[in-house]
């Protein structure tokens, strides 16, 4: 058997991260039928094709490329036009899932009917214990993300037909606003469990993550993007700016303080 699932992977430069993506996917307790990768205009997409296409999986795999650098925003959207299957779920090249991530989320929305889920996400799995899974299963109201993203992008499962694309004009908080938008359509489901994992801590890490000023930057640009569009009122507008603004200096100053320890 095989979940009805489409992996949808951005890569740029990710060659030495991509084949542990790839291993964790096939390492799944329920196979999926389709991975597709976006190469989004890498130096150089030799490693990818010499990594990949020497090996045989378990599902179909489909590699994308695109012209130019782009973003995450604009490969995932590539990635999710190009879909066959009726479900979609997020994995970026350097992180993983654990082994009943499919079959636990996949599971849970088929018995549900839901069309769009999460769960919970470790930041780096080299220096986390274990973390313990229950079957608990709450619902995130739209409310939930004045108070900042509780989601992470490789947690989502998504009905493809219902999804609401990234917007490609953001290049960071893409996410944010992609699952405010979506939760504004459907219900989200948060399933109480660890099934995705990354290698790099959450505060002050590599990446599109680097930058604490960007990423504040780019959660109040991704609320005016969303009050312009009149997608959320303005006291929702006002709530999440303002929190936003409290939790930045909080933010720094735990980090901060981290490297001082």
């Known amino acids: 058997m095989q979940a009805d699932v489409s992996a949808i992977i951005p890569y740029f430069n990710a060659e030495k991260t991509i084949q542990r993506a790839i291993a964790s996917i096939e390492k799944q307790t329920l196979k999926i039928k389709e991975v597709i990768i976006i190469d989004d205009g890498s130096e150089n997409i030799n490693p990818l094709n010499e990594i990949l296409l020497r090996n045989t999986y378990s599902f179909e795999l489909k590699i994308i490329s695109l012209d130019k650098n782009s973003g995450a925003s604009a ?36 018995l549900s009917g839901n069309v769009f889920s999460g769960h919970h996400y470790i930041h780096d799995i080299t220096s986390t214990t274990a973390k313990k899974n229950s079957t608990y299963i709450r619902k995130i109201q739209t409310s939930r993300f004045i108070f900042g993203n509780p989601i992470a992008t490789p947690t989502v499962m998504a009905k493809k037909d219902q999804f609401i694309l990234f917007d ?62 009149n997608k959320i ?22 980090y901060n303080l981290k490297n001082i320890r």
């Open 75 to 110: 490969a995932r959207n590539a990635g999710i036009n190009a879909a066959s299957c009726q479900y979609i779920a997020f994995l970026d090249a350097d992180d993983i899932w654990l082994p009943d991530k499919i079959a636990t989320q996949y599971s849970t929305m088929i």
């Open 168 to 229: 490609e004009s953001l290049t960071r908080m893409e996410d944010y606003k992609c699952w405010i938008e979506n939760s504004l359509k459907n219900e989200i489901l948060f399933i109480d469990s660890y099934l995705s994992a990354g290698f790099k801590p959450p505060l002050g890490s590599s990446g599109l993550s680097q930058s604490m000023q960007l990423m504040h930057n780019g959660c109040l640009t991704a609320i005016r993007k969303l009050k312009m569009e």
């Open 233 to 254: 009122p303005f006291s929702y507008f006002l709530f999440a700016s303002i929190f936003e603004l409290i939790k930045y200096p909080l933010r720094c100053l735990r």
